[in-house]
């Protein structure tokens, strides 16, 4: 996949734990420490990241990089009695140029259209801050459906030949009814029909991680609704701004732009581990 995390090992003298950590912009990384130090919290970027304590006693964090955030270093801190830094180095990734042309009414909008999609945005937005009491199986995740990638993450979108916000998901091509599963357990959050996401389920899997389905012909859960992973949610549609049948999956950590492939690698490079000494 196009979109993988990088670890990059780096051997420091001291401390014993120290490690750096590599990153593009957009990525879910996973971070551990070896320590018996007790630790209440990892913060890395301004924020507070979720981590927990595997059975050997590793701590275990994961940290989620910005579509825009800018490149260079920063400082992973584990706090606790004593606060013990890392540090992620933050890569400048490269995207696509992506251009879709499509009816006026879609691109060029009244002050009525204006105000829906406010109104659109604004509804998503509140869900990346509703609680939802589980731990995300970060390492257990699966693609909602198989299909083509028609637009990848980050593209640097043009509708209509006019600059538009890049692109916050990836955009999976399929035949319309094409079934749509849950890639990790949650809660159904919102379901909408909206202007330019035509029908829009998001999930929140817990600290924060939301996913959000989009362009959907068909849906299969109730708000409030505990959804299973692998559990069908929805159906592959056109609704909205589309020019053909395909998902819009989006995913936000801690507000954070993510690229859902990262959530996808931690299932297949989660023993990547940094060397120490």
Sequence with gaps: MPYFVLFLSFILATPIYAHEWSATQGDMIEVTLNSHTPINKLTCMGKEWPFKKADDGTLHGWIGVDLKQKSGNYPIKWVGKETITDHVHINKGTFRISRITVEKKMSSFDAAAIKRIRADQHAIQKTYDMNVDIFPSFSKASIPVKGIE???FGAQRYVNGQ???PHSGIDIAAPKGTPIKAPLAGKVLLIENMFLNGTLIAIGHG????????????????LGEEVQAGQIIAEVGSTGRSTGAHLHWGMRFNHARINPHSLLSLSEVFTAKPNSL
């Design 207 to 222: 600290k924060g991680l939301v996913t959000v389905y989009a362009h959907l012909s068909k849906t299969f859960v109730k």
């Design 163 to 165: 600059a538009r916000s």
């Design 150 to 152: 028609s637009t990848p």
